[in-house]
């Protein structure tokens, strides 16, 4: 299983929990539970050092939880704007992007952009040039 596919699963969730303005529970541990699957497949897919293991654990819950936050605030000010919404994203996966980039070594960076970051980066270099013209 590609860990970009899983990663991409992790933040499409992040949305549908996006539709209720607050967590309840079970929605919160299953949050945090595909966090700590898709560190476990990276750790598995990168064969990661256990140092890279905490940061990248440390990268996803943050950013994860923050992109959260402020998709779940974008609903509650009723904003139903789409761009603003992909917006929000693209800033939160752009910081993972350049995150993971500082921690892995070259060849597990290769890997993490053959997996599909380096197509979501063309992505959302693509829709940010739009927006600024």
């Known amino acids: 299983m590609k860990i970009f596919a899983i990663t991409t ?3 499409v969730s992040v949305c549908a929990f996006a539709q209720a303005p607050q967590l309840d529970e079970k929605a919160e ?13 990276m750790e598995r897919s990168y064969d990661l050092e256990d140092w890279q293991t905490f940061y990248v654990d440390s990268i996803l819950t943050y950013n994860s939880i923050h ?4 998709l779940l605030e974008l ?11 992909q917006r929000v994203d693209d800033k939160w996966m752009e910081a993972t992007y350049q995150a993971f980039h500082k921690i892995l070594d070259e060849k597990q960076w290769n890997k993490y952009l ?14 940010a040039e739009k927006r600024n013209q």
């Open 9 to 11: 699963m992790l933040l």
């Open 29 to 41: 541990k299953e949050f945090r539970e595909k966090i700590e699957q898709s560190v476990e497949d």
């Open 67 to 70: 992109r959260r936050d402020e």
């Open 75 to 85: 609903q509650a000010s009723k904003v139903t704007v789409n761009d603003a919404y």
């Open 114 to 127: 053959k997996s599909g970051a380096a197509k979501d980066k063309k992505s959302r270099d693509k829709r």
